[in-house]
């Protein structure tokens, strides 16, 4: 009779209707259809104007960064602050 193989060799039935593809099937035109900004942006974080580069696109990034501050040191006296109040025994 021979060898038999002892696992199937048909393909399993599809779980998902839809079947999935490679990157390397895909054609260069499909796969980004925007603008590269890599080069753009290169050049304003690379400009010699002393700002730090979390600050150097302008309002937004310093809106966000003084935000960041604020609440950084808000949390850290609202800590202190309940820190003192538990180490002080309550009145009975």
Do not use: W
């Not at 393909?11 to 099937?25: E, H």
């Not at 080069?39 to 003084?66: E, I, M, N, S």
């Amino acid at each position: 009779q021979g060898l038999k193989p002892i696992v199937s060799t048909e393909s399993p039935a599809l779980i998902f209707g839809t079947t999935t593809k490679l990157a390397s099937d895909l054609p260069a035109t499909d796969s980004f259809l925007g603008k590269n900004k890599v080069p753009d942006l290169q050049k304003l974080f690379q400009r010699a104007d002393g700002l730090p580069v979390h600050l150097k696109r302008g309002v937004p990034d310093k809106l966000l960064y003084r935000t960041t501050m604020a609440l950084t040191i808000g949390g850290t006296i609202y800590c202190l602050v309940a820190l003192y109040m538990a180490s002080q025994p309550r009145n009975q």
